[in-house]
């Protein structure tokens, strides 16, 4: 039986950059990235390079009749929704993308490498002047604070400072530049994006982390995508932000260096959706079949799962409505989706930052049996005093998990179970976490056998 077909036709995007042999940035870095969002990715290759997680070893520049032939064949043949730049090496090469890109009419993204981030350089000084006009042919051009001071002559120091970058480098002709602030003495990270109507700062936690290398190629690359998918850049850069900070925080630990950013980390989150609310039908399921009742709560029972790499809420499954007690046994209200819970999940999040590995937690009831019954765990036990919160915290909507979560965690070794005593107004909690299913359904029937065990 002959079957047939069924193609796709997905956006395409065009990178022009060195190649890493490193794997983590560079083409290598375009095309993951570009793929992970659904866009068929193509290339042209500016520059060989010797390099890994430790620095850029040699670097061998191809002719540029070479690179031309390339681009050539690529928009001789695909429907090219838009074109990012990398490392251009030198102003011939700039000059022939400046040409390139007079040519075409859909958005360029500019990603001005200079500098690796090990500190090798990738671009000849002379070749500095020639991307003038290369900006002025930008779409958007994402220039960092070391990159910036080339361009502008501006050394950003703040967000203040990234403002006045690029309105610079708007005048010199660019739709909107995004001056990157991985690079600014800021305690967050702030990301400016200017353009003639304005500008806005993405602000975000710092990541603590060295492993980096590939992180511009990688947003740069986000963004040309999500144009190539016919997104505007009032969504394409928020969302490659977004996208850049999750590739970041969930690192590659690979090499000797300090390891790659996570081109794949989301695509692999959201393959990881339809598993994790399974497993959390699964633990759902078995606490039924146990009959947990003397551990479900009166504001109810829920079980939560995340995905490996969730940041978010609406990245965690649970029972939509908890899990109550019936007049047989207990029962979920209803099904498993994304987003259902709220408390315990802004719990299990907070938990992630201090343990990543944990990835489901379920809310119990306390008193001084339960209590007694956490010996059976064998582990380490947590609480938080809900008097000691500050008025602020108490003060915002939904922070009192997160604040609890963050006294209980910031330990050596990773608790098993966090105690919420409680206060007035406020049931008191037990929340079993696990990196696993069959951890937090183990750790959950210890708990209850030994309150059934203990005496009267």
Not at 86 to 112: C, F, K, Q, R
Request: include cysteine; hydrophobic fraction near 40%.
């Amino acid at each position: 039986m002959t079957r047939r077909p069924a193609p796709h036709t997905p956006p395409v995007a065009l990178t022009i950059a060195g190649s890493d042999s490193g794997g983590g940035a560079g083409i290598q870095a375009d095309v993951k990235t570009m793929e992970s969002h659904g866009v068929f990715a193509t290339s042209a290759i500016t520059a060989v390079t010797a390099q890994n997680t430790r620095g850029v070893e040699r670097s061998h520049v191809l002719p540029t009749a070479e690179i031309d032939a390339q681009i050539e064949a690529v928009t001789d043949d695909f429907e090219v929704g838009a074109i990012k730049t990398g490392m251009l090496a030198t102003s011939g090469i700039v000059e022939l993308v400046v040409e390139t890109l007079a040519d075409y009419d859909g958005p360029a993204v500019i990603d001005p490498v200079m500098v690796a981030t090990s500190g090798d350089r990738l671009l000849e000084p002379e070749a500095e002047a020639a991307y003038e006009a290369l900006i002025a042919e930008a779409t958007v051009v994402t220039p960092n604070a070391d990159e910036a001071a080339v361009l502008t002559g501006i050394d950003p120091e703040d967000a203040d400072d990234a403002r006045e970058v690029g309105e610079a480098l708007v005048e010199t002709g660019a739709e909107a530049a995004l001056v990157k602030g991985g690079h600014l003495p800021t305690e967050d990270v702030q990301d400016v994006l200017v353009t003639d109507e304005g500008s806005e700062v993405f602000e975000h936690a710092r990541v603590d982390t060295e492993a980096t290398h590939g992180s511009g190629c990688t947003l740069g690359s986000a963004i040309a995508a999500r144009l190539a998918r016919g997104e505007d850049l009032d969504r394409a850069v928020p969302g490659a932000l977004d996208f850049m900070e999750r590739a970041v925080r969930y690192s590659l630990d690979v090499g000797e260096g300090p390891g790659a950013v996570h081109h794949l980390a989301s695509l692999r989150d959201r393959a990881e959706r339809e598993p994790t609310a399974e497993r959390v039908q699964g633990i759902v399921e078995r606490f039924v079949a146990e009959d947990l009742r003397e551990l479900v709560p009166e504001v109810g029972m829920n079980v939560v799962g995340a995905t490996p790499y969730a940041e978010s809420v609406g990245e965690t499954a649970a029972v939509e409505g908890r899990i109550t007690r019936t007049m047989s046994g207990i029962a979920p209200n209803r099904g498993v989706r994304f987003g259902a819970s709220s408390h315990v999940a802004r719990f299990l999040l907070s938990a992630r930052e201090f343990a990543p590995d944990l990835r489901f937690a379920v809310n119990c009831r306390f008193d001084d049996d339960v209590e007694a019954a956490l010996d059976a765990l064998d582990a380490p036990i947590a609480e938080f005093d809900r008097g000691e919160e500050p008025e602020n915290v108490k003060a915002a909507e939904g922070s009192t998990m997160g604040w609890g979560a963050r006294q209980a965690f910031d330990v050596e070794e990773t608790p098993a179970a966090v105690i919420d005593r409680g206060e007035v107004g406020k049931e008191a909690i037990v929340k079993l976490v696990a990196p696993d299913p069959e951890t937090v359904i183990e750790r959950t029937l210890a708990v209850r056998d030994a309150l059934d065990g203990a005496p009267d």
